[in-house]
């Protein structure tokens, strides 16, 4: 029988995951290809609190705005040299979801083009005023955020609930000499477990695999799940 305790953590795990689906949704619906869908997930659930914290009307990114938009003042927190600090700024509202992702995705998309993976994006995101954009000839007109772990947050929250950032053919796809030199060691259960997804390893990486997809997310374990890995005998 689960705890009390247990049972909260499990409640609350489903109303992340399913914040994070229903902007990964949207953004997929106004052109986000799944890596950028799930970046933008992502983004949004670091900045609000999965959903409990907009900065505005359906503000889930975070967009600041001048004078002359239509704003609203919060306070928030900015790292300034070094030093996090409360300070209040206008945020812009808007009148949908899909506006604010539109907007979203206006400013920001042509830093993560050609990006190979949610961290790599993050990362992009981050990259100062002025900088080139690798692989293009964009420059930076600014940094996302001032939290210098900002990038390896969101790239976390997108490996717990994302479509993940490693991807290999659907078995089903692929022939059967082929599935079989590609498929992962499939050993033990996930933190919480999953009827369709396990531990997984490929090419050496530690991650999980869903069998329904043969889709490989690559990701860190938890000490439970590799010693649970290991005692039932993967290597």
Request: net charge positive; aromatic share 8%.
């Amino acid at each position: 029988m689960k705890t009390f305790s247990e049972f909260c953590h499990n409640l609350q795990e489903d109303r992340n995951r399913k914040f994070y689906n229903q902007i990964r949704q949207r953004a997929l619906a106004n052109g986000a290809s799944p890596m950028e869908a799930d970046l933008i997930a992502a983004q949004a659930s670091q900045e609000t609190g999965y959903g409990k914290y907009p900065s505005g009307s359906f503000n889930y990114f975070g967009q600041k705005g001048t004078g002359r938009e239509n704003t609203s003042r919060m306070p928030t927190r900015e790292v300034v040299n070094g030093r996090s600090v409360r300070v209040n700024a206008n945020f812009k509202n808007y009148d949908s979801l899909d506006a604010s992702i539109r907007d979203r995705m206006n400013k920001w998309s042509y830093k993560t083009k050609g990006a190979e993976s949610v961290e790599d994006a993050a990362r992009r995101l981050q990259i100062p005023g002025g900088a080139r954009i690798p692989g293009s000839n964009e420059v930076s007109h600014g940094a996302y955020a001032t939290d210098p772990n900002y990038a390896s947050s969101v790239a976390s929250i997108a490996r717990t609930y994302g479509g993940g950032e490693l991807k290999i053919p659907s078995l089903r796809s692929r022939s059967r000499s082929t599935a079989t030199t590609m498929k992962p060691t499939q050993k033990g259960a996930l933190n919480s477990p999953s009827p369709t997804r396990v531990l997984a390893k490929l090419k050496g990486k530690t991650g999980e695999l869903n069998k329904s997809t043969g889709k490989f997310t690559k990701r860190d374990w938890s000490s439970t799940e590799g010693s649970r890995y290991k005692k039932y005998g993967g290597k």
